[in-house]
């Protein structure tokens, strides 16, 4: 058996659970990169050619920045968490990833547009918003090119989504309290400055 042949058929390898640390964390990269609105995060983690199928969204990786840009605008609060997550390598530079997803969003009043584009047109009861908790599936295939990891082409798989309006008494965020942001002025990017990590 050849080195090529072992490495594409063990997929247990050190080499390839190395790899597989690398793209989970790419996929945790990808979740902060969209609920903190950092978009150049949100393009390393795909190769400038990859292709992206989000339901409303289907293009190249320049696009989905901009379509996340304005769909974004006025949803204040946004959590996408990955649960499973399966890799699978065809050989040692190519992956395909099934990762399970749980995103929680909130919709302004003023977000009807961005609400509708994932609801199949439903749009709540206004008042102060909408929240939205939404399952869904990323099918990405991973490739490594020039020995960096990144996505190639993804595809959402969309599933089970619940919306409930925001109601008037709703929880409030208290003064002196540490709020999530969703921009580059998050706690977290001040502790990766202070750290050097950034």
Known sequence: MSIQSKQKFDQYSIERLIDRQIIQDLMYKWCRAIDRLDYDAIREVFHPDAIDHHGPYDGGVDGLVEWVRERHTNIPFSAHQVSNQLVEFADADTALSETYIWVVQRYGTEAGKSLTQITGGQSGG???????????????????????????QRNVASGWRQMSDVPDNAPKMMPGWLVQRRDQDDFVFQERKRLGIA
């Not at 295939?141 to 960096?148: I, M, T, W």
């Open 126 to 152: 206004g008042g102060m918003g909408v929240d939205v908790v939404a399952a869904s599936r990323y099918i990405d295939r991973f490739e490594r090119r020039e020995g960096k990891w990144a996505i190639a």
